[in-house]
């Protein structure tokens, strides 16, 4: 009994740990994470050197819409989707995987994170509050994140039609609609279909 007790409690201090690695709100965590909030204050003060950050979660689903922002978000959605197909583990931890899968990509393009984990979670929450749906682009197939209520037939996304402040992003390689997928080559199949299949559109 007290064996389980501790293997658990291990468990649920890996995780904290996992998710203040990743920059969590603190309470996110006191939601996920069997630790009082005494302990979680400590992990985070130990691992970090500070205090966690005060104030109120992001509530607005207005910035997922902004055009770096809804690229992003787009390719980290379809990847937390992929996961979730393919994995019966707990949503926290395909939620992990899948901000750590998106952390992966864009490094690998030579390009900086827009989606901080907080905001990636909260997305995931718009999503089951039936909040944010996802659009087929009809010109690339690609898959975006889009209001509820604007989900229509004729969408085009931000990368075949981006705005004209785009280029002055503050990126190494801003994607242009014409090159969508050689800056993203696999990060571009996420985009496509949950499953990884192009063929997979809705």
């Known amino acids: 009994m007290s064996t389980k007790s501790v293997l658990s409690d291990a468990r649920e201090v890996q995780l904290a740990v996992s998710l203040i690695e990743l920059g969590a709100r603190l309470q996110f965590m006191e939601a996920n994470v069997g630790l009082s909030r005494e302990r979680l204050i400590r992990l985070y003060k130990e691992l970090r050197g500070v205090s966690p950050p005060k104030g109120l979660l992001p509530y607005s689903t207005d910035w997922y819409m902004t055009w770096l922002a809804n690229i992003h978000s787009s390719m980290f959605y379809g990847m937390y989707q992929f996961m979730k197909k393919h994995s019966d583990e707990e949503q926290i931890h395909v939620l ?96 496509l279909d949950p499953a990884g299949d192009p063929h997979g559109l809705h």
Do not use: W
């Not at 030579?110 to 509050?129: K, Y």
């Not at 992003?169 to 242009?176: G, M, W």
């Open 96 to 191: 992990i995987k899948s901000y750590r899968l998106y952390l992966e990509q864009v490094e690998s393009q030579g390009g900086e994170a827009v989606l901080d984990f907080t905001r990636a979670q909260m997305m995931v929450r718009f999503f089951d509050s039936d909040l944010l749906h996802q659009c087929t682009c009809t010109r690339c197939a690609g898959r975006y994140v889009t209001h509820a209520y604007d989900t229509r037939q004729d969408y085009v996304c931000v990368l075949c039609r981006p705005p004209s402040r785009a280029g002055k992003a503050k990126l190494n390689k801003t994607p242009a609609a014409s090159d969508s997928q050689s800056m993203y080559p696999t990060s571009a199949t996420y985009l």
